[in-house]
């Protein structure tokens, strides 16, 4: 099975701050990375597919990248409603995907 | 309006059955596959496996195989995850979500929590 491997597991920063968050798979998984957004009590919500595609939507800010089997996700000046957990997922094949252990942003 | 929306959330007791379903919305629900998440309390996202409702092709997450079902009734637009016996290890809220045309779950159902004591 493909491991993702996210970090960091949570970040304190200041509205107006760049935030980076990064994803590392055990194997190449071409461009099938997604990144999603989730607040205390809701369903996960589509930020970037195919590493740096932006769903519909969703705020400029938010960013994606690949670089080998790392991949990014930035945003570029934090915002309050940015607060909540990111998670990567690798849709890499039907089966079996895997999610990221998660990346719970605050602001400072 | 693309929309997954869920059954509601069910406490059960260990060892009985349990079929939550999802049912589809403003697309043509027999050509995307739907997959499904777990979320235990205050943990992370897990994937649990895909089904693709036009032929009930499913593929499971090793860790759920054997443990859970995925089924779908086209007819209906509605897929299902069941279980035969239920565990308190399966406290959790589950989702559905679609498969996109670029293999990204791009919508999502709101969730049912399954709350499994005794």
């Known amino acids: 099975d493909i491991q993702m491997t996210q970090s960091p597991s949570s970040l304190s920063a200041s509205v107006g701050d760049r935030v980076t968050i990064t994803c590392r798979a055990s194997q190449d998984i071409v461009s099938y990375l997604n990144w999603y957004q989730q607040k205390p009590g809701k369903a996960p919500r589509l930020l970037v597919y195919?590493?740096?595609t932006l769903h519909a939507g969703v705020p400029s800010r938010f960013s994606g990248k690949r670089s080998g089997t790392d991949f990014t996700l930035t945003i570029s000046s934090l915002q309050p409603e940015d607060v909540a957990s990111y998670y990567c997922?690798?849709?890499?094949?039907?089966?079996?995907?895997?999610f990221g252990q998660g990346t719970k942003v605050e602001i400072k | 309006e693309v929309q997954l929306v869920q059954s509601g959330a069910e406490v059960k007791k260990p060892g009985e059955s349990l079929k939550i379903s999802c049912k589809g919305y403003g697309y043509n629900f027999s050509t995307r596959w739907i997959g499904w998440v777990r979320q235990m309390p205050g943990k992370g996202l897990e994937w649990m496996g895909i089904?693709?409702?036009?032929?009930?092709?499913?593929k499971y997450s090793p860790s759920f195989r054997g443990h859970v079902t995925f089924s779908a009734d086209k007819s209906t637009d509605t897929a299902y995850l069941q279980w035969n016996s239920l565990r308190s290890s399966d406290t959790a809220t589950y989702y559905c979500?679609?498969?996109?045309?670029?293999?990204?779950?791009?919508?999502w159902g709101q969730g049912t929590q399954v709350i499994v004591s005794s």
């Open positions: 089904i693709y409702p036009g032929d009930s092709d499913a």
């Open positions: 195919a590493a740096s």
């Open positions: 979500a679609r498969r996109g045309e670029y293999s990204n779950p791009d919508y």
């Open positions: 997922l690798q849709s890499y094949s039907l089966q079996p995907w895997t």
